[in-house]
């Protein structure tokens, strides 16, 4: 279970890394919509 906290820590960060690469505005609500879920 630990190991999977972490995996989802280390997948949350990258989307983050891959979020600040795209326009913001553009995908700011989907962005929001991954991170409610999670």
């Given amino acids: 279970?630990?190991?999977k906290l972490e995996?989802?820590?280390h997948l949350?960060?990258?989307l983050v890394r891959i979020?600040?690469?795209f326009d913001s505005r553009q995908l700011d609500p989907l962005i929001k919509e991954?991170?409610?879920m999670m």
């Fill in 34 to 36: 991954l991170f409610d």
């Fill in 19 to 21: 979020y600040y690469g």
């Fill in 12 to 14: 949350k960060e990258g």
């Fill in 1 to 3: 279970l630990v190991r």
């Fill in 7 to 9: 995996e989802l820590k």
